[in-house]
């Protein structure tokens, strides 16, 4: 008999220790992996620098609907699979699908999600797959831990991953069980070690650390046999663990999206997320200027590299996707909205709503084709009807394939402005004195007194957009500042 099938005939008739969580292992119900009209995280690239290769390495992460600094949060590595890297789990598992529907369905609280690249190479590295238990544990987890509001303790941490990274997820995670207590693999490729390696001592450290393991696999599935393996060492030595079947399941995402449906709901049960209430995030100012990517939760919008400003701007954006910012607060009112925006195509409309996607409209700012996707255009529009604190609802709407691009947006106060807009000095005259002045506010000079004659386009701030429309105005181009209009 081959040693493969014998050690799953074996585990097939092995106690297997299931873990109790709500009915789980279960086969997840139609549209667990489907994006749905719920409250959506954010998912993007980041870069940090590797002691394991000597290099900038890049990692996708995911940060839930509503992530605040206020709160701390636990986190999540998610491996792939050989020939894969860090976008393999995004474009093939939908992940960040997969954990926004179960944290909005409340089955499990908010946590993060890193999608590192787990083949780490370098220069002089025979093998980039095993040198990535240094990557991740000398370099990736310390980034972490430094960059984002997460719990830096062992409770709050877990590593998971399919096919070789589920090898790797036994292998890293069983082996430093004082930082991944919980251990999820999937499908465990043949890389996956042998037991008196990954359980030294009978599983001595096992028995007193291993605070969750979860092992599955398809039954049609050739490298059943590595999570056998490990399932029938555990039986031998009474560690407990789940294994979940999934019955005719091959090598594949169905099984993978299935297994993280699943581990994602017991390991939070297993006290993954034992953190209290989340608390909500500080209010913003509706006056500030509002990064788009800053955003509390989104549906179809993609967070992209932008060589001007902050270093990013949201893109991809299409016919009803949207983005929330929660708790902007308006004070005592608003006149009007600004945003940076950018088209190559036919533009589209920006629909401010009020605290949710069909609430109160205060306005809608038109984005026309501006000669590039990038070559960024400050528009604006009248909005009214709006005070106090609010969540901001961006709907975009138009009929092309993809809409605009959106750097940042902001409101204005409405103000009553005394006196005559451009007559800085209030000598009943817009000349090259006023234009003076704005050119000593802008350099530090000389503080203008009456800021509001200053702002000649009504955003909120004395710049240098004002500047050029004095300009404009004194060379005869424009007749009437936009501030006026």
């Given at each position: 008999?081959?040693?493969?099938?014998?050690?799953?005939?074996?585990?097939?008739?092995?106690?297997?220790?299931?873990?109790?969580?709500?009915?789980?292992?279960?086969?997840?119900?139609?549209?667990?992996?489907?994006?749905?009209?719920?409250?959506?995280?954010?998912?993007?690239?980041?870069?940090?620098?590797?002691?394991?290769?000597?290099?900038?390495?890049?990692?996708?992460?995911?940060?839930?609907?509503?992530?605040?600094?206020?709160?701390?949060?636990?986190?999540?590595?998610?491996?792939?699979?050989?020939?894969?890297?860090?976008?393999?789990?995004?474009?093939?598992?939908?992940?960040?699908?997969?954990?926004?529907?179960?944290?909005?369905?409340?089955?499990?609280?908010?946590?993060?999600?890193?999608?590192?690249?787990?083949?780490?190479?370098?220069?002089?590295?025979?093998?980039?797959?095993?040198?990535?238990?240094?990557?991740?544990?000398?370099?990736?987890?310390?980034?972490?831990?430094?960059?984002?509001?997460?719990?830096?303790?062992?409770?709050?941490?877990?590593?998971?991953?399919?096919?070789?990274?589920?090898?790797?997820?036994?292998?890293?995670?069983?082996?430093?069980?004082?930082?991944?207590?919980?251990?999820?693999?999937?499908?465990?490729?043949?890389?996956?070690?042998?037991?008196?390696?990954?359980?030294?001592?009978?599983?001595?450290?096992?028995?007193?650390?291993?605070?969750?393991?979860?092992?599955?696999?398809?039954?049609?599935?050739?490298?059943?046999?590595?999570?056998?393996?490990?399932?029938?060492?555990?039986?031998?030595?009474?560690?407990?663990?789940?294994?979940?079947?999934?019955?005719?399941?091959?090598?594949?995402?169905?099984?993978?999206?299935?297994?993280?449906?699943?581990?994602?709901?017991?390991?939070?049960?297993?006290?993954?997320?034992?953190?209290?209430?989340?608390?909500?995030?500080?209010?913003?100012?509706?006056?500030?200027?509002?990064?788009?990517?800053?955003?509390?939760?989104?549906?179809?919008?993609?967070?992209?590299?932008?060589?001007?400003?902050?270093?990013?701007?949201?893109?991809?954006?299409?016919?009803?996707?949207?983005?929330?910012?929660?708790?902007?607060?308006?004070?005592?009112?608003?006149?009007?909205?600004?945003?940076?925006?950018?088209?190559?195509?036919?533009?589209?409309?920006?629909?401010?709503?009020?605290?949710?996607?069909?609430?109160?409209?205060?306005?809608?700012?038109?984005?026309?084709?501006?000669?590039?996707?990038?070559?960024?255009?400050?528009?604006?529009?009248?909005?009214?009807?709006?005070?106090?604190?609010?969540?901001?609802?961006?709907?975009?709407?138009?009929?092309?394939?993809?809409?605009?691009?959106?750097?940042?947006?902001?409101?204005?106060?409405?103000?009553?402005?005394?006196?005559?807009?451009?007559?800085?000095?209030?000598?009943?005259?817009?000349?090259?004195?006023?234009?003076?002045?704005?050119?000593?506010?802008?350099?530090?000079?000389?503080?203008?007194?009456?800021?509001?004659?200053?702002?000649?386009?009504?955003?909120?701030?004395?710049?240098?957009?004002?500047?050029?429309?004095?300009?404009?105005?004194?060379?005869?181009?424009?007749?009437?500042?936009?501030?006026a209009k």
């Open positions: 008999m081959p040693a493969l099938l014998g050690l799953a005939l074996l585990a097939a008739v092995a106690p297997v220790y299931e873990a109790e969580a709500a009915g789980l292992p279960a086969t997840p119900p139609s549209g667990y992996d489907q994006v749905k009209n719920v409250p959506h995280g954010q998912v993007s690239y980041i870069n940090y620098q590797s002691k394991a290769t000597n290099s900038t390495r890049r990692a996708r992460i995911y940060l839930p609907p509503g992530y605040s600094t206020n709160n701390k949060y636990s986190v999540m590595y998610l491996l792939h699979g050989i020939g894969g890297n860090e976008d393999e789990w995004y474009q093939n598992g939908a992940p960040h699908v997969i954990l926004d529907n179960l944290i909005a369905e409340g089955k499990i609280q908010p946590f993060i999600c890193v999608l590192p690249n787990g083949n780490a190479t370098g220069n002089g590295v025979s093998d980039g797959w095993s040198n990535f238990t240094r990557d991740l544990i000398d370099s990736l987890v310390p980034y972490i831990e430094a960059n984002y509001s997460v719990y830096t303790d062992a409770e709050h941490r877990t590593v998971c991953g399919l096919s070789m990274g589920g090898g790797q997820s036994f292998n890293i995670g069983l082996t430093n069980l004082d930082i991944f207590p919980y251990v999820g693999a999937f499908s465990a490729a043949p890389n996956t070690m042998q037991t008196n390696q990954l359980f030294p001592n009978n599983g001595a450290a096992a028995k007193q650390k291993l605070k969750f393991l979860f092992i599955s696999c398809g039954t049609n599935d050739n490298l059943i046999g590595n999570g056998d393996r490990v399932a029938s060492f555990c039986d031998s030595q009474g560690i407990p663990y789940t294994y979940y079947r999934i019955q005719g399941g091959g090598h594949d995402w169905d099984v993978w999206k299935k297994s993280l449906w699943n581990y994602a709901q017991m390991v939070c049960e297993k006290g993954f997320t034992n953190y209290g209430p989340i608390t909500p995030p500080d209010p913003i100012s509706a006056f500030d200027k509002i990064e788009a990517e800053k955003y509390s939760s989104q549906s179809g919008v993609e967070i992209e590299a932008n060589p001007e400003g902050d270093g990013y701007n949201i893109g991809y954006i299409q016919n009803g996707d949207y983005t929330v910012y929660k708790r902007v607060d308006f004070g005592s009112g608003a006149s009007k909205f600004y945003a940076r925006a950018g088209s190559d195509s036919n533009g589209g409309n920006i629909e401010i709503r009020l605290d949710s996607l069909t609430g109160t409209l205060i306005g809608t700012c038109v984005v026309p084709n501006t000669g590039g996707w990038k070559a960024w255009t400050e528009v604006s529009c009248d909005v009214s009807g709006v005070t106090g604190e609010h969540d901001v609802y961006l709907k975009f709407t138009g009929t092309s394939d993809y809409l605009l691009n959106l750097d940042w947006f902001k409101f204005s106060k409405g103000s009553t402005i005394v006196g005559k807009l451009g007559d800085i000095n209030s000598d009943n005259s817009i000349d090259s004195l006023d234009l003076m002045l704005i050119k000593k506010q802008l350099l530090g000079i000389e503080d203008i007194q009456n800021k509001t004659l200053a702002d000649l386009d009504a955003s909120g701030e004395i710049d240098a957009i004002d500047f050029a429309l004095m300009k404009q105005y004194l060379l005869g181009m424009i007749d009437v500042f936009p501030g």
